[in-house]
Structure formats: structure tokens, C-alpha cells
């Protein structure tokens, strides 16, 4: 058994869905879980009917889901023929969930809203997929993944409940095969005891898919992307970026950590702890070998780079000029752990402590008010994070050359510098 993920980049457009058809052909002899995210910028489209929701303009709300359903129900026209009557009946249902929400007012938190709002274009986007593959003679069956992942209410980065959605898995997922070899379902969301939607994190459909790779003990895992590897470099910033052939957990864990956007954070571990490969796969152009990512060991990687734009420093030091001590520190990470902040570098001094965060205005704002009530605050903005693993001199000086060097840490494997 297998687990295929594919992004938003491959269901972006009629082309990519028939595309992923033709992938598709070439497995419908295996059991495979798929798992696919919400079609190309529909998350960012949702993101914004929260926005205007939460600002209780409703009409602006109505408005911009309305683009959302019409393009959703334009792609079903055009790929489904005689499952088409089924699959709208079926969006229709999502979009009167939605919908019964947004003729309400806002009495919850931002956060909330998100989750029950931005849920939908998974749930939209498996059902034309799963109609279409049917269609084409790719039997599969349709699952709703919140009646199988349970969560914390930790809404945009919640929990998974292991025992309960592994047992889930044993009712629903493993039965499921016994009807059709393919299983589709949604990435990124899961659901509250109370049947409240929730989000695993941007970028959380990955970690479905490991989840489920975990629990069902599959052979591997295919993430299939717009890129033909795991590039040394993001090659939007970097067009000399080359591709790379192999790598292990602990050095994809690392470049997660230091914000490469490929993989996931969290998607690592539940593959790592059954020793699960996970392929990284071009589904442009399915004959290219990708990346192979696994437990071995890795010799002679190039330098590693992640270009992290729009970031804060966020400078702060106690109000009689006495150390930073424990206290402090501590009050400081209770802020970012009420705001959902995760520091992307730290560095501490005897009177101050600098951190380097990505820029969302309100949260920065929230948080230099609150930490100004007991330390002095000082914010820089527009500043840019360069992380280098396996650097060399000569790749350093190339890609700081008229920087201005602000901060700077290094060990033996990695640098980091904040420049403007």
C-alpha cells in the first residue's frame, strides 16, 4: 500500500486534473491512499472570505465565495460528463455549509473562523477529483477526512488525537479498500470531538499524508510537486538551483526547520519512527527520478540555501538595564505561544534578547504592545533571513555581497545572517 499527495500546484488548472488522471492509470493496480490539497490559490481566495467575514462585511464575504463556487463548478463542467449531476449536488452541500456561516455574525475568534471556513477547499476539490477518476475508470471512494482525524481545538495548528484517528483508520480507511483499490481524501484538516472543523498548519496536507503512511504502515510516500526534486534552493529566488538526488530525515528535518517551503515540518517523524520512504515526485514530468528521501546516511551536499523575505527583528531590553534573566525570557515565549509565534532565530545578550520573526502585522503589533509592558521594545522591519547549511565561503560571500549584515550566527554546519 501506498500514499500519493498531491498539492494545490497539481490541481491548479482542467490540464493538471487530466494530468493527474494519467498519473494515476499508471497505479490502478495498487492499493494507494490519495490525499489532495485545496485546487491551486483557493486557500488564499478562502483566506480572504475569513477576512472580510471576521470584519463583519458580509456582503464582501458572500461575494468572494460566490468566485469560488463558480469556479469550482466551471472545472467540475468541464472534466466531468456523466458525474457531473452527483458532484454538483455534493458541492452544493459544502458550499450551504459554508455559506449557513457566513449569514451568521461573528461572536468567535479569528482563528475559529479560519478553520471552519478554509476546510472547505480540500473538501471541494477531492470531491471533482474523485468524480473525474471515477469517470475516467479509476474507481475510488470518497472520504470526509474529519470523520477519521480528531484533533485538539488548537485551531490553525491543531493536534492529532493518535489512538482515536488510528482507530478510526482500522474502521473506515482499511474497509474501504475492500470496495475500491484508490482512497481518496483531503489534506490539512481534521475535526473537534464536538465536529468543529480544524487545520493541521499551512502546508498540513503533507503531514496527512505521513500520518496515514504511519498508521497504515505503507510501502512509501509521493509527494508530487510543480518542481522536478527537492532543490538546493527555492528555484523562484534562485535560478541557479540544482536538484537533490537523495537525502535522509535528519537533513530534511533541518532544512523544515530553517523554512525551506518543500516538506513540511511535521511531516517527517511519523515516517521516520517506521522507517517509511518519502519520494518527491514531478507530476509535470512523472520519468524524472525526484528525490529520494530516507534513513541512510548523506555524503557531499551542496550547499543548502533558504531565503526567508519579510522578516522582524524585534529587539527587546529590561527597563532598568539589569540582565535578561529567566523570568523575562520565559514571559516573552508566553507571548508567542498565546500568539501562535514561532521565532525563527534567537539570540540573547546580558541586557537584551533579539528574535527574528516572520512579519503578520497584527501579531507583531500584539506582541511588541504586550511585551512593552515590561521590557523596552524596539521593531525593525523589512529585513531578509539567509540561511546556508554545508555553506562554503565563496557561496556566502556571493549571496551577502552588498548586504548590510545586522545579525549572525554559525555553527560548523549551517550560518545565518539578518540582512537589509
Given at each position: 500500500?501506498?500514499?500519493?499527495?498531491?498539492?494545490?500546484?497539481?490541481?491548479?488548472?482542467?490540464?493538471?486534473?487530466?494530468?493527474?488522471?494519467?498519473?494515476?492509470?499508471?497505479?490502478?493496480?495498487?492499493?494507494?491512499?490519495?490525499?489532495?490539497?485545496?485546487?491551486?490559490?483557493?486557500?488564499?481566495?478562502?483566506?480572504?472570505?475569513?477576512?472580510?467575514?471576521?470584519?463583519?462585511?458580509?456582503?464582501?464575504?458572500?461575494?468572494?465565495?460566490?468566485?469560488?463556487?463558480?469556479?469550482?463548478?466551471?472545472?467540475?463542467?468541464?472534466?466531468?460528463?456523466?458525474?457531473?449531476?452527483?458532484?454538483?449536488?455534493?458541492?452544493?452541500?459544502?458550499?450551504?455549509?459554508?455559506?449557513?456561516?457566513?449569514?451568521?455574525?461573528?461572536v468567535r475568534d479569528y482563528d475559529y473562523y479560519y478553520d471552519q471556513i478554509v476546510c472547505v477547499g480540500e473538501l471541494l476539490s477531492t470531491t471533482i477529483?474523485?468524480?473525474?477518476?471515477?469517470?475516467?475508470?479509476?474507481?475510488?471512494?470518497?472520504?470526509?477526512?474529519r470523520d477519521i482525524i480528531r484533533t485538539d481545538d488548537d485551531f490553525r495548528n491543531a493536534g492529532i488525537d493518535w489512538d482515536f484517528t488510528k482507530q478510526r483508520v482500522e474502521e473506515i480507511i482499511k474497509p474501504s479498500f475492500e470496495k475500491t483499490k484508490i482512497v481518496m481524501m483531503q489534506g490539512f484538516i481534521g475535526a473537534t470531538d464536538e465536529n468543529e472543523s480544524t487545520t493541521l498548519g499551512r502546508e498540513g496536507s503533507d503531514y496527512t499524508a505521513a500520518v496515514f503512511a504511519n498508521m497504515l504502515d505503507a510501502e512509501n510516500v509521493t509527494i508530487w510537486k510543480d518542481v522536478e526534486s527537492i532543490m538546493n534552493a527555492d528555484p523562484k529566488q534562485f535560478t541557479d538551483a540544482i536538484p537533490i538526488a537523495e537525502l535522509n530525515y535528519k537533513e530534511t528535518i533541518e532544512m523544515a526547520y530553517y523554512g525551506a517551503q518543500i516538506i513540511h515540518p511535521k511531516t517527517i517523524k511519523p515516517l521516520q519512527n517506521k522507517n517509511i520512504p518519502l519520494i518527491v515526485k514531478c507530476f509535470i514530468d512523472p520519468t524524472l527520478l525526484g528525490t529520494l528521501i530516507h534513513n541512510n546516511s548523506i555524503q557531499n551536499l551542496p550547499p543548502i540555501i533558504v531565503l526567508k523575505?519579510?522578516?522582524v527583528m524585534l529587539k527587546v531590553t529590561t527597563k532598568d538595564f539589569s540582565f535578561v534573566g529567566d523570568h523575562e525570557v520565559r514571559r516573552l515565549y508566553q507571548l508567542f505561544e498565546a500568539l501562535h509565534i514561532k521565532p525563527n532565530l534567537t539570540q540573547i545578550g546580558a541586557i537584551n534578547f533579539t528574535c527574528v520573526l516572520d512579519y503578520w502585522p497584527e501579531k507583531i503589533e500584539k506582541l511588541a504592545l504586550q511585551a512593552s509592558e515590561f521590557l523596552n521594545v524596539e521593531v525593525t522591519k523589512e529585513l531578509s533571513?539567509?540561511?546556508?547549511?554545508?555553506?562554503?565561503?565563496?557561496?556566502?560571500?556571493?549571496?551577502?555581497?552588498?548586504?548590510?549584515?545586522?545579525?549572525?550566527?554559525?555553527?560548523?554546519?549551517?550560518?545565518?545572517?539578518?540582512?537589509?
Open positions: 500500500m501506498k500514499v500519493f499527495k498531491f498539492g494545490g500546484a497539481s490541481v491548479s488548472s482542467v490540464e493538471r486534473i487530466l494530468n493527474l488522471g494519467h498519473i494515476m492509470k499508471h497505479w490502478d493496480n495498487e492499493k494507494i491512499v490519495v490525499i489532495v490539497s485545496a485546487m491551486g490559490k483557493t486557500t488564499n481566495a478562502l483566506e480572504k472570505v475569513v477576512e472580510a467575514f471576521v470584519a463583519d462585511r458580509k456582503e464582501d464575504a458572500l461575494q468572494l465565495f460566490n468566485q469560488i463556487k463558480q469556479q469550482h463548478l466551471s472545472t467540475a463542467k468541464y472534466v466531468l460528463v456523466t458525474n457531473y449531476l452527483s458532484c454538483e449536488k455534493k458541492l452544493k452541500d459544502f458550499f450551504t455549509e459554508v455559506e449557513w456561516l457566513l449569514h451568521d455574525k461573528p477529483i474523485s468524480a473525474y477518476l471515477n469517470e475516467i475508470g479509476i474507481k475510488n471512494t470518497w472520504l470526509d477526512v523575505e519579510k522578516q533571513l539567509l540561511t546556508i547549511r554545508h555553506y562554503t565561503k565563496e557561496k556566502f560571500e556571493e549571496l551577502t555581497k552588498e548586504k548590510t549584515i545586522i545579525l549572525r550566527q554559525q555553527t560548523t554546519d549551517t550560518i545565518q545572517v539578518l540582512m537589509k
